[in-house]
């Protein structure tokens, strides 16, 4: 099934491992962003940001309740690495935990992971647009709500247990800048050949 392409061991392959100790929680604190320490090195211009959610918080159970209890964080996060970094690429994801009766009675469970892989949806930010990161993670939320209902009208038989952990990715945006023009050479030029 396309859902198990992203699971939680594509996240360990990334990163650290995700089931860590309960005491090497960043604070216990559920529902808020710490910074993820992971394999990359690139402290002063990337950054993963990390949101560990509660079994318990009723709001990691449906998307809808998340976006709508969430969004705000993500927004709040996305303009402080604009403070810090001034132009940024950013993208959201998340990990969701699901399952599904089966026959025999048994509970079989899947964890898939949305946002990530070659189709990564990146946004680039800076102080001119940071209106829109609101609408950006609302795209995100009903891209994963897309795919969630295209399983279940396909009759997959998948129930969303909770949302377990959410990111936000960011890394400094430098664009390549032209800063000189060499004109084409005469013998080129002449076959008009080249745009």
Partial sequence: MAAARYSSDVLQEIYEPIERKEEERRGNNFGEFWLYTSKFKFKDQLHSWRMDLSKRDPNSKDLLMFQ???????VEKVKEEIKNLKSVKVNFEMLVKFSKEEEEGETQTMKHYF???????THIFNKHNEDKIGEKFDEFIDAAKGEIENWSERGSGWVTDGIEIAYVQSAKY???KGGTYLPTPDKLASKKAII
Avoid: L, M, Q, T
């Avoid at 946002?115 to 949806?121: A, D, R, T, Y």
């Fill in 68 to 74: 709508r209890e969430y969004k705000e964080k993500f």
């Fill in 115 to 121: 946002g990530g892989g070659k189709e990564k949806p």
């Fill in 174 to 176: 430098d664009p390549i």
